[in-house]
């Protein structure tokens, strides 16, 4: 375990607010100390900024590094998590059928030892039997507050629920001062779409995409966010993909509860064109990307502040596993990306230079946002007195490595190796620490933390700032 140590980050432009700043960072111990001018301390290690950005680390809210089967483990997706600027991630702790809640999550915190960032969990819950809505008393008492359910089972191994468990476990959610996901897509449209494709010989990964159009999404949704309603829990839909999707997530119906929405790099980057490619199955996920009008209204979400995160949702899967029945049937095409190494390049890329967003919008939606959602803003999300000292030294004009040689997950395919990615994580600092240089890992002992997070913060004035007029 990792106590944080002490670094002085020299000649930087300090990302305060939406202000570049030039400004030195003084690290003490893990906890960032000084902004400003100062006379460090002597003995303590002095890291050049020179002519970078000095970002907070990222927060990813969306990643998969214990899913059965996926390729990267707590190990490697932190590593691929550090060498992007990603320096907290939540992961999901899966409750398959039958399994009781608490041992789940016991289990994900122990693999999480292995973990070289910060990291908190979320618990995906699978019934609503009287032993699981009592463990998640519990769960919420080891400081995992937000609990996704499945309203599908056709990507997701079985763990769909039906409309009255999910009802039943909001419920639950409320009581305890939680935060209710849902994977929102509907999972009897998706199966009669699906069938019906299949026997009309759509076997590959365009039919993936054809059984999943926008209203499977935007009516799960729209389900989902009043069933929240109703059950008086705070509501986030995680991997929102759709124009329609979003429309429907925050239709104003006089609702009582807190309901926010984020969306993925994959969706602001590539469209449902990749289906139609030969390795389309390397892009299978659900929900799947949409169309390039789609990706618009999504991009615009973003700008005006109605999507408030981006997470990866990073579940990556061996090329060779993509392509076993990648030309039979789309519908055993695990399902799932790489994405964490490449969540702050793609932001930056398609927002930034783009002239889309600020880089103090980005560092909004990558970090200071996730860190208020998610019960971590009392040490991370940006850079500032008292926080962790967890920081990005970030050249904007340095192209990042798309290949799957330049990149640390453990996957051997790249979704990003057509696109020109810029912005390169020169340093990333975890705790104080020099974790990663220019993509690649220099401190193998480094180990996160498991963050422990309490129920009950406040979202109803959670700020769904405009980030662009
Ligand atoms: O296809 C995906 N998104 N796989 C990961 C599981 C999930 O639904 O988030
Ligand atoms: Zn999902
Ligand atoms: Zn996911």
């Known amino acids: 375990m990792t106590t944080g140590a002490s670094i002085v980050v020299r000649g930087g432009r300090v990302l305060q607010g939406d202000d570049l700043v030039d400004a030195d960072v003084l690290i003490e111990d893990g906890i960032i100390t000084a902004i ?72 994900w915190k122990d693999w999480g030892a292995r973990s070289a960032c910060d990291f908190a969990l979320h618990a995906i819950v699978s019934d609503s039997t009287p032993a699981t809505l009592e463990a998640m008393g519990r769960v919420v ?16 191994g079985g763990l769909g629920v039906d409309d009255g468990t999910l009802f039943e476990i909001m419920q639950r959610v409320a009581e305890l001062g939680g935060l209710s996901m849902a994977h929102c897509e509907n999972d009897e449209v998706i199966g009669h779409l699906a069938e019906k494709l299949i026997a009309d010989g759509v076997v590959t990964s365009a039919g993936h995409s054809a059984a999943r159009p926008p209203l499977v999404e935007a009516e799960a949704i729209a389900r989902a966010v009043r069933l929240a309603d109703a059950a008086g829990s705070a509501f986030y839909i995680p991997h929102l993909s759709s124009g ?8 104003d119906t006089g609702r009582r509860v807190p309901v926010i929405a984020e969306t993925c790099p994959q969706f602001l980057a590539l469209t449902a064109d990749v289906y139609s490619r030969p390795d389309g199955a390397h892009y299978v996920m659900s929900p799947p990307i949409k169309s390039a009008q789609d990706q618009v209204e999504l991009w615009e979400g973003i700008m005006d502040g109605r999507l408030s995160t ?11 596993f993509k392509d076993e029945n990648a030309h039979t049937d789309f519908r055993r095409i695990p399902n799932g990306v790489p994405g964490v190494e490449t969540l702050l390049p793609v932001m930056f890329t398609l927002g930034v230079r783009s002239g889309r967003l600020t880089i103090g919008d980005l ?22 007195l008292g926080k962790d ?25 790249s979704i990003y190796e057509d696109l020109e990615l810029w912005g390169m994580p020169v340093a990333t600092i975890a705790s104080g620490s020099v ?26 004035d959670f700020d769904r700032r405009v980030v662009r007029a």
Request: net charge negative; aromatic share 8%; proline share 6%.
């Open 310 to 320: 981006v997470g990866s949702d990073h579940c990556p899967y061996p090329r060779d």
């Open 36 to 107: 400003g001018a100062f006379d460090a301390p002597e003995g303590v290690a002095v890291e050049d900024a020179t002519g970078l950005i000095v970002l907070p680390g990222m927060i990813d809210p969306h990643v998969h590094v214990g899913w059965p089967g996926a390729a990267d483990d707590f190990a490697t997706g932190s590593r691929a998590a550090i060498a992007g600027g990603v320096t907290t991630f939540i992961e999901f702790a899966v409750q398959f059928p039958g399994e009781r809640l608490e041992d789940v999550v016991q289990t």
């Open 389 to 413: 000292g967890d920081l990005v030294l970030f050249d904007p004009d340095r192209r990042f490595g798309t290949a799957p040689s330049d990149l640390n997950s453990d996957i051997d395919y």
């Open 244 to 251: 329609d999707g979003l429309q429907a997530a925050l239709l």
């Open 435 to 460: 974790v990663a240089r220019e993509q690649r890992i220099v401190d193998d002992a480094h180990r996160g933390r498991f963050l422990a997070r309490t129920p009950g913060v406040v979202l109803d």
């Open 141 to 156: 008492e080891a400081g995992v507050t937000s609990f996704k359910m499945f309203m599908t089972s056709q990507h997701s």
């Open 363 to 384: 560092a909004r939606i990558c970090s200071l946002n996730p860190a208020r959602i998610f019960g971590l803003d009392d040490r991370k999300g940006s850079v500032s």
